[in-house]
């Protein structure tokens, strides 16, 4: 009975501090990171006043950097902007669009696990991310000028960041991406509200780097 006690505690106590040190590298400081981002299947949404239509979307292309923090072991806090280019599939209701660009701020949070994929080395850290924030559109009055629909952007992105103890590392990342952006615009018989609402499978690819490290 005592040897069996004795070898678990021995058990034990080789794998706390195989745990901790999966969790040092959360204590290295910000991370920044930047990534590819692409949208597929997407669809977008045009309102008038409560009347709309649906039209298909060609494949998304654009980028994101990020600046974040881990505030407790399992939990990272963080903001981004984003660039994402976006153009419809001809229809009857909207004619031919050219690509028209978008422009996002937002915060997020990531809940994450970290384990190590070699000792003090090669850390994994699968993660699910939340973000919320402000998307502008840049889109084409019926004249000569541009115009801002200012809206707002969420998701759900389950993704895995691989990173070495030298601070340097990449993730990858896949999930849903949603924005809607208005505009109010005067008619002959008043104004009408106007809206475009997307929505898309985001694929990322980026680097990260951790301050400190």
């Known amino acids: 009975m005592h040897r069996t006690l004795v070898t678990a505690a021995l058990g034990a106590a080789m794998l706390v501090p195989a ?17 590819l ?44 902007f984003g660039f994402l280019s976006v153009e419809a599939e001809p229809s009857p209701w909207t004619g031919a669009w050219e690509r028209e660009e978008t422009f996002s701020f937002s915060g ?10 070699i000792r003090s ?14 998307t502008m559109a ?29 601070g340097f590392g990449g993730y990858v990342e896949m999930g849903w991406r949603h924005a809607e952006v208005y505009r109010e615009q005067a008619t002959i018989f008043g104004t009408a509200d106007l809206s475009l609402v997307l929505n898309e499978m985001a694929l990322s690819f980026g680097f990260v780097y951790v301050l400190g490290a």
């Not at 692409?38 to 309102?47: I, K, R, S, V, W």
């Not at 949070?109 to 994929?117: D, I, K, P, Q, S």
């Open 138 to 166: 840049v889109l084409p009055d019926g004249g000569r000028d541009d115009e801002i629909w200012p809206g707002w952007n969420t998701g759900v992105l389950f993704g895995a960041q691989l990173l070495h103890r030298s």
């Open 37 to 80: 981002a692409l949208g597929l299947a997407g669809e977008l949404d045009a309102y008038i006043n409560d009347s709309g239509t649906e039209v298909d979307l060609e494949p998304s292309v654009g980028f994101e950097l990020r600046a974040e923090v881990p505030v407790l072991d399992f939990l990272v806090v963080g903001g981004s």
């Open 121 to 134: 080395t090669l850390f994994v850290e699968p993660y699910v991310l939340v973000p919320l924030g402000f």
């Open 108 to 117: 997020y949070v990531r809940g994450r696990w970290v384990f190590e994929a």
């Open 19 to 35: 745990a901790a040190g999966a969790q040092d590298i959360e204590h290295r400081g910000v991370r920044l990171g930047g990534h």
